[in-house]
Each structure stands twice: as structure tokens, then as C-alpha cells.
């Protein structure tokens, strides 16, 4: 079996094709995501990080190039196969947590399930809200949580399904720094035990967390380096307010 | 795809909106329960009719003096005839084999006076063949007897209604009343029978002996209507032809070649008649209560159009987690089906409360259809699948990227 979870080559994707002023949001960029990598690709708004990872994600087809999820070739599949791919083997988290109202936790976290071949729903959808610490918080609605724990039921919803691969995009932009801490120690945590994680980022100081940094800027790759010293979560909220975080973590 | 489970949450977001799921579902409620109660109304009337025609007998005739032309639903006969006689009655029971039995008729309204109290009422003249020709039965002392007749005895029975306006409620027999200026011995009380076809109080009548009535009180030698019952209902046409023969002939307008100076009445072409008139009626009504089904149809398209906008951002994020288009699709399909099916299930409920209510409220009849509850249950889910076929496929259509990023 392939080693690489994602490999993409020469992926474009041009805007407004054949017409007058083309825009070239993706344009030629070569990438692969290694099994139990945790890589973050960071740029500025508008440099085609999201649209690189929606094509990654199979949320969107490139305009040409291959890509090759878990060794399938993805780029040509139908709708109705990539939403299948994306259900069996991709996992997303939004920044702002896309949980559904008046739904609770339990229910929201099963909601992938639902469109899989899955049985015994509830019990893996009660597993993932405890691997995310959120257990006794099985029957609240999002109304009644804080923004770190809806988003962390956001991230127990893409494990549930146990995919190859986590997309986070911006998924501390709503967050404070305290809570965005909690979530960065969370994916830490995740990748430890062998997930891969592909987190989206114009914010340098939570790119820093990752374990390889790509940078994007026009639609192209500028580099793409192994981060030698990734920051700690953990480490960060004790010194951030040791006794709360430390009480709160336990 | 899990269908129970997505049902579940879908209804979570139609009761999230209670009030606007409430309005989407006014229409096929309004829809529906129209549809039970006018139905119901239209069968009841149309029971209550044909009631009416069974109980008087399918198969009866009635022969009438003169062409009897209907205009604007009632019988008229124009001018007088003055053909139809005795002779005729006596012939009819002698000769034509399909009749059981025939009574003469010639009634009039009169004013019958009991002490100072008078009343205008319906005199018939008639024999006692007349109870069975016409299911009348008596309900105290005696109808006359053919003795009677044939002695023209002054002996009157008397319809409940009759028996009401002049005796208040004390025994009659034996009394004596003035018809006209001549006085009867009451000998009968007959059972009430309500209302006839056209609405007329069949209890506010009088019978007394034909020949009585020719000589004494109409003062004419001929008889305005003969009714006969046949040997069956199957003998009704046979009867017909007979009884047309033989009055033809005895009339002599076979040689004069001349139309029939008598009409005759067949009361299971009357009933057939009425229910075709009553099923027509009935399917109309029905038509329009549906249309408002339609309306109500065009509430659920609209809503679920203000929902697919407003849940957007769900669609994205199902799409996301790994819903196809057809899942979408299905799932808005279903939701407009509960709706209509909702919808459906409240507007039996008031529909059959409403026709309960037209019961007790109005002295109509109205007899509840289990068709047109189970049609109008059928029509207003297929309504709710018609109009969600198009909200559910704008959702199935849109693109996850830009569904996500909505709010």
C-alpha cells in the first residue's frame, strides 16, 4: 500500500476557463501528505490555500492535474463517488464548527454515519465525543457549549468515521487564545496516535504547531519545509495560566 | 443512507419553525378537511335523497293527467286534464299483469275546520289500496275500507301534522271536521312519514274516500294521478309499457294519433336520475375543495424554497461529511412528504370534526366517505411530494464549497 495518503500532481485550478480574465486560484502545484503527517499550509487570504485544500478535500475538482487519495485516482470520480470518498475517508473541520442548531452533540457527531454503511451509530458516535474529552457532553445542544467544546465536537464528527486523513481549516479562527490552545493540544494529540492532519492557516503562530509548514502565495507552493520545533499546546497553556488550564485539563 | 436517522433530524428543523410549518401545512389542512366535509355534505344529501325514493318505493308509478313538464326542478302540469278516470284505476289493477296493485288520487288544498281551529291542508282523495301503493301505514283506529268508498262515506284519516294543528295532541277519532262546508268522521290516524322529495310535508294531508271526494268535496268526475306499484322491481318497465298501452287505448289516441294525455312516473329512473345528479354534484364540490389542496401545495413549495435558503449552510456541511446529491434530494423529497402527510393527517381530523359540527349544527345529513378521506389523505401526500421534488433538487444542485460558506 502506498505510503503517501495524498499525491497530487500538477494541480490547477483556473477560474472562469476560456473567458476573458482567467484566474488561476491553484496553479501547478505538486504536493503529497504522508500517512501520520501533520502538515499545515499556511498563506494569506486570497492565496489559494482554501482552494487547494477543497480540492484535496474532494470538496472540488482541480481543472487538471491527478490527485490520488489513499492511492485512487480522485480527480475523475463522479460527484456521487467523491462524495463517498469524502464520507469514507476525509474528515473536516470548519472554523466556524458548521454544527447543526437544535441538534445535540451525539446527533451532530453522528451525522456522517448516517450516509455510511455504518450500524451501531450512536456507540461509535459516543466513542469520538469521548477521544475529544467531551463524554458527559453527549446530550447538549451547541447552544449550551463554549466555542472550544463545539469545536471540538466539530473534530469528534470528522473522526467518527475513522478516515485516512483530518482537513481543519482555520479551525481557531473563532476561537480565544485559551480555547484555540485546547484544540492545537487536541490535534497533537491525534496526530501522536497516527492520525493525519492537514491544518489550514493564515496565522503563523498556530501554523507553528505542525510538523511541516507549506507555504502558498499565488496559487503556488513557495516552500515547503519540515517545522524542527513545533510548539507544544500543552506546554503553551501551562504557561499561559498554569492552575486554571491545569484544573480544567486534568 | 440512514433515511430514519436523517428523518429525525430533519424533523428537528421543521419543529424548529413551528410557526411556519404550521402556515405551510394551513393549506392542505384547509385543503383536506374541504374535501371530507363537502363530500360528506353532498353524500348525506345525496342519502337523504335517495332515501326519500326507497322509501316510497322503487317500484312505484305514478300516472299523472296531462304532460307533466319540470321546470326549474318541480312538476307542473299545465292546464287541466280531464281524462283520467275511476275507470282507468280499475282497468290498470285488472289488466296488466307486471301491476300489483293501483290507487287513484285527486288532491287539493282545502281549509278543514275542528271547532274555531282551521287549518289549510292537503285533501287526498283516494282508496284503501292507496297504504300499500304508497307505504302509508295508520297509526291509530282504521284506514276506510272499498265498503266505504263504494257507500261514499264522510270518513276522513288524518296526517300527524293535521292531527298537531287542530287537536293539540288529543285523540281525534271519533271528532267530527268540516272540509269545506262538509263535515267527516275521523276513523284513522296515519304514521308520520316527513318530508317528500320536493320538501313537502307528507304528515300534513288528509285521506278520504275517492268517491266521497269526487262527489262531495271536488265536485269532478275525473282523478289527477293513478299510482300503482308493480309485481317488482324488475316488472317497472314492463309496467310502463303496459299501463301506456292501456291507456292509450282506453283514451282512444291510438286512431286520433294523438300524444299521451297522461305522464308516468318511474321512480327507479327517478332514483338512477338522482344519483347521477347527486354524484355530479358531489364530484364538483370535490374538484373545488381539491384546488384548494393545490394552494395549499404551492405553501409547502414555498416553504421548503425559504428552508433549502435558509439551511443552506446544512446542505454544505452534509455534502461535506459525505451526503451525495441524491441523499439531498431524497431527504427535502421526504420532508415535503411530511408535510403533506401532516397536513393530511390534521385535515381528517377537522374535516371529520367539521362535518360532525354540520351534523349537530344544521339539520343536513351528512354521511362521512371513507373514499374521500382516504382520497384526499393520498392527494394532499402526492401534493407534498410534487412541490418537494423541486425545493429538494435546487438543494441537491448546489455546490458544497459555497453552501459551507454561507452562513
Given at each position: 500500500?502506498?505510503?503517501?495518503?495524498?499525491?497530487?500532481?500538477?494541480?490547477?485550478?483556473?477560474?472562469?476557463?476560456?473567458?476573458?480574465?482567467?484566474?488561476?486560484?491553484?496553479?501547478?502545484?505538486?504536493?503529497?501528505?504522508?500517512?501520520?503527517?501533520?502538515?499545515?499550509?499556511?498563506?494569506?487570504?486570497?492565496?489559494?490555500?482554501?482552494?487547494?485544500?477543497?480540492?484535496?478535500?474532494?470538496?472540488?475538482?482541480?481543472?487538471?492535474?491527478?490527485?490520488?487519495?489513499?492511492?485512487?485516482?480522485?480527480?475523475?470520480?463522479?460527484?456521487?463517488?467523491?462524495?463517498?470518498?469524502?464520507?469514507?475517508?476525509?474528515?473536516?473541520?470548519?472554523?466556524?464548527?458548521?454544527?447543526?442548531?437544535?441538534?445535540?452533540?451525539?446527533?451532530?457527531?453522528?451525522?456522517?454515519?448516517?450516509?455510511?454503511?455504518?450500524?451501531?451509530?450512536?456507540?461509535?458516535?459516543?466513542?469520538?465525543?469521548?477521544?475529544?474529552?467531551?463524554?458527559?457532553?453527549?446530550?447538549?445542544?451547541?447552544?449550551?457549549?463554549?466555542?472550544?467544546?463545539?469545536?471540538?465536537?466539530?473534530?469528534?464528527?470528522?473522526?467518527?468515521?475513522?478516515?485516512?486523513?483530518?482537513?481543519?481549516?482555520?479551525?481557531?479562527?473563532?476561537?480565544?487564545?485559551?480555547?484555540?490552545?485546547?484544540?492545537?493540544?487536541?490535534?497533537?494529540?491525534?496526530?501522536?496516535?497516527?492520525?493525519?492532519?492537514?491544518?489550514?492557516?493564515?496565522?503563523?503562530?498556530?501554523?507553528?504547531?505542525?510538523?511541516?509548514?507549506?507555504?502558498?502565495?499565488?496559487?503556488?507552493?513557495?516552500?515547503?519545509?519540515?517545522?524542527?520545533?513545533?510548539?507544544?499546546?500543552?506546554?503553551?497553556?501551562?504557561?499561559?495560566l498554569p492552575k486554571e488550564v491545569a484544573h480544567e485539563n486534568r | 443512507m440512514n433515511i430514519a436517522r436523517s428523518i429525525r433530524i430533519s424533523r428537528k428543523q421543521l419543529a424548529a419553525h413551528k410557526l411556519r410549518t404550521a402556515l405551510a401545512l394551513t393549506g392542505i389542512?384547509?385543503?383536506?378537511?374541504?374535501?371530507?366535509?363537502?363530500?360528506?355534505?353532498?353524500?348525506?344529501?345525496?342519502?337523504?335523497?335517495?332515501?326519500?325514493?326507497?322509501?316510497?318505493?322503487?317500484?312505484?308509478?305514478?300516472?299523472?293527467?296531462?304532460?307533466?313538464?319540470?321546470?326549474?326542478?318541480?312538476?307542473?302540469?299545465?292546464?287541466?286534464?280531464?281524462?283520467?278516470?275511476?275507470?282507468?284505476?280499475?282497468?290498470?289493477?285488472?289488466?296488466?299483469?307486471?301491476?300489483?296493485?293501483?290507487?287513484?288520487?285527486?288532491?287539493?288544498?282545502?281549509?278543514?275546520?275542528?271547532?274555531?281551529?282551521?287549518?289549510?291542508?292537503?285533501?287526498?282523495?283516494?282508496?284503501?289500496?292507496?297504504?300499500?301503493?304508497?307505504?302509508?301505514?295508520?297509526?291509530?283506529?282504521?284506514?276506510?275500507?272499498?265498503?266505504?268508498?263504494?257507500?261514499?262515506?264522510?270518513?276522513?284519516?288524518?296526517?300527524?301534522?293535521?292531527?298537531?294543528?287542530?287537536?293539540?295532541?288529543?285523540?281525534?277519532?271519533?271528532?267530527?271536521?268540516?272540509?269545506?262546508?262538509?263535515?267527516?268522521?275521523?276513523?284513522?290516524?296515519?304514521?308520520?312519514?316527513?318530508?317528500?322529495?320536493?320538501?313537502?310535508?307528507?304528515?300534513?294531508?288528509?285521506?278520504?274516500?275517492?268517491?266521497?271526494?269526487?262527489?262531495?268535496?271536488?265536485?269532478?268526475?275525473?282523478?289527477?294521478?293513478?299510482?300503482?306499484?308493480?309485481?317488482?322491481?324488475?316488472?317497472?318497465?314492463?309496467?310502463?309499457?303496459?299501463?301506456?298501452?292501456?291507456?292509450?287505448?282506453?283514451?282512444?289516441?291510438?286512431?286520433?294519433?294523438?300524444?299521451?294525455?297522461?305522464?308516468?312516473?318511474?321512480?327507479?329512473?327517478?332514483?338512477?336520475?338522482?344519483?347521477?345528479?347527486?354524484?355530479?354534484?358531489?364530484?364538483?364540490?370535490?374538484?373545488?375543495?381539491?384546488?384548494?389542496?393545490?394552494?395549499?401545495?404551492?405553501?409547502?413549495?414555498?416553504?421548503?424554497?425559504?428552508?433549502?435558503?435558509?439551511?443552506?449552510?446544512?446542505?454544505?456541511?452534509?455534502?461535506?461529511?459525505?451526503?451525495?446529491?441524491?441523499?439531498?434530494?431524497?431527504?427535502?423529497?421526504?420532508?415535503?412528504?411530511?408535510?403533506?402527510?401532516?397536513?393530511?393527517?390534521?385535515?381528517?381530523?377537522?374535516?371529520?370534526?367539521?362535518?360532525?359540527?354540520?351534523?349537530?349544527?344544521?339539520?343536513?345529513?351528512?354521511?362521512?366517505?371513507?373514499?374521500?378521506?382516504?382520497?384526499?389523505?393520498?392527494?394532499?401526500?402526492?401534493?407534498?411530494?410534487?412541490?418537494?421534488?423541486?425545493?429538494?433538487?435546487?438543494?441537491?444542485?448546489?455546490?458544497?464549497?459555497?453552501?459551507?460558506?454561507?452562513?
Amino acid at each position: 500500500m502506498n505510503n503517501n495518503v495524498i499525491q497530487g500532481t500538477n494541480l490547477a485550478k483556473i477560474y472562469n476557463k476560456g473567458g476573458g480574465g482567467e484566474v488561476g486560484a491553484v496553479q501547478n502545484v505538486s504536493v503529497e501528505i504522508r500517512r501520520g503527517e501533520y502538515a499545515a499550509i499556511m498563506g494569506a487570504s486570497g492565496s489559494g490555500k482554501s482552494t487547494l485544500m477543497n480540492i484535496l478535500g474532494c470538496l472540488d475538482k482541480p481543472t487538471s492535474g491527478s490527485l490520488k487519495l489513499d492511492g485512487i485516482e480522485v480527480s475523475t470520480l463522479t460527484d456521487e463517488e467523491l462524495a463517498r470518498v469524502r464520507n469514507k475517508k476525509i474528515g473536516f473541520v470548519f472554523q466556524s464548527f458548521n454544527l447543526l442548531a437544535r441538534t445535540n452533540a451525539l446527533e451532530n457527531v453522528e451525522l456522517p454515519l448516517i450516509y455510511s454503511d455504518k450500524t451501531d451509530i450512536s456507540r461509535l458516535a459516543r466513542h469520538a465525543l469521548e477521544s475529544v474529552g467531551l463524554a458527559d457532553r453527549v446530550h447538549h445542544n451547541p447552544s449550551e457549549l463554549s466555542g472550544g467544546q463545539q469545536q471540538r465536537v466539530a473534530i469528534a464528527r470528522a473522526l467518527v468515521t475513522d478516515p485516512e486523513i483530518i482537513f481543519a481549516d482555520e479551525p481557531t479562527g473563532n476561537l480565544d487564545s485559551k480555547s484555540s490552545l485546547e484544540i492545537m493540544a487536541l490535534f497533537q494529540q491525534l496526530n501522536e496516535k497516527g492520525r493525519t492532519i492537514v491544518l489550514v492557516t493564515h496565522e503563523p503562530d498556530i501554523a507553528q504547531h505542525a510538523r511541516r509548514i507549506i507555504q502558498i502565495a499565488d496559487g503556488r507552493i513557495v516552500s515547503d519545509e519540515v517545522n524542527p520545533n513545533p510548539r507544544v499546546a500543552e506546554q503553551e497553556m501551562s504557561a499561559l495560566l498554569p492552575k486554571e488550564v491545569a484544573h480544567e485539563n486534568r | 443512507m440512514n433515511i430514519a436517522r436523517s428523518i429525525r433530524i430533519s424533523r428537528k428543523q421543521l419543529a424548529a419553525h413551528k410557526l411556519r410549518t404550521a402556515l405551510a401545512l394551513t393549506g392542505i389542512v384547509i385543503g383536506v378537511s374541504a374535501v371530507i366535509i363537502m363530500v360528506a355534505i353532498g353524500n348525506g344529501a345525496q342519502q337523504e335523497v335517495l332515501s326519500k325514493i326507497e322509501a316510497m318505493g322503487t317500484d312505484l308509478l305514478i300516472v299523472n293527467a296531462g304532460q307533466v313538464q319540470k321546470s326549474a326542478g318541480r312538476q307542473q302540469i299545465r292546464g287541466t286534464v280531464t281524462t283520467l278516470a275511476l275507470a282507468d284505476v280499475e282497468a290498470i289493477a285488472r289488466e296488466c299483469s307486471a301491476v300489483k296493485v293501483a290507487a287513484p288520487v285527486q288532491s287539493k288544498k282545502i281549509q278543514v275546520k275542528y271547532g274555531n281551529l282551521s287549518t289549510n291542508t292537503t285533501v287526498v282523495g283516494t282508496t284503501t289500496e292507496f297504504q300499500e301503493v304508497r307505504n302509508f301505514r295508520i297509526a291509530a283506529g282504521a284506514f276506510f275500507t272499498d265498503d266505504e268508498n263504494l257507500a261514499s262515506r264522510r270518513a276522513a284519516v288524518l296526517g300527524q301534522s293535521v292531527v298537531n294543528n287542530l287537536f293539540e295532541g288529543r285523540n281525534p277519532i271519533g271528532e267530527t271536521i268540516r272540509v269545506g262546508r262538509v263535515p267527516f268522521e275521523i276513523i284513522g290516524v296515519m304514521e308520520s312519514k316527513g318530508v317528500d322529495l320536493n320538501g313537502a310535508d307528507q304528515d300534513d294531508q288528509i285521506f278520504i274516500p275517492i268517491r266521497t271526494a269526487l262527489r262531495r268535496v271536488f265536485n269532478v268526475s275525473y282523478i289527477g294521478a293513478i299510482n300503482i306499484r308493480a309485481t317488482n322491481t324488475q316488472a317497472m318497465r314492463q309496467a310502463v309499457a303496459q299501463v301506456s298501452e292501456l291507456l292509450r287505448d282506453r283514451h282512444r289516441l291510438n286512431k286520433q294519433q294523438k300524444p299521451d294525455d297522461f305522464t308516468i312516473q318511474n321512480q327507479a329512473d327517478l332514483l338512477v336520475a338522482q344519483r347521477e345528479t347527486t354524484n355530479t354534484f358531489t364530484m364538483l364540490i370535490g374538484s373545488i375543495a381539491s384546488i384548494s389542496l393545490l394552494v395549499g401545495g404551492i405553501g409547502i413549495l414555498a416553504i421548503m424554497l425559504i428552508a433549502i435558503r435558509e439551511r443552506t449552510n446544512e446542505i454544505g456541511l452534509r455534502m461535506a461529511v459525505g451526503a451525495s446529491r441524491k441523499d439531498i434530494m431524497t431527504q427535502f423529497v421526504i420532508e415535503a412528504s411530511i408535510l403533506g402527510v401532516g397536513g393530511g393527517l390534521v385535515g381528517i381530523f377537522l374535516g371529520v370534526l367539521g362535518a360532525v359540527v354540520v351534523r349537530f349544527g344544521t339539520s343536513w345529513a351528512v354521511t362521512i366517505s371513507p373514499n374521500s378521506v382516504a382520497l384526499a389523505f393520498g392527494f394532499s401526500l402526492l401534493v407534498g411530494l410534487f412541490f418537494g421534488v423541486y425545493p429538494a433538487r435546487r438543494a441537491s444542485l448546489l455546490d458544497p464549497i459555497e453552501a459551507l460558506r454561507s452562513e
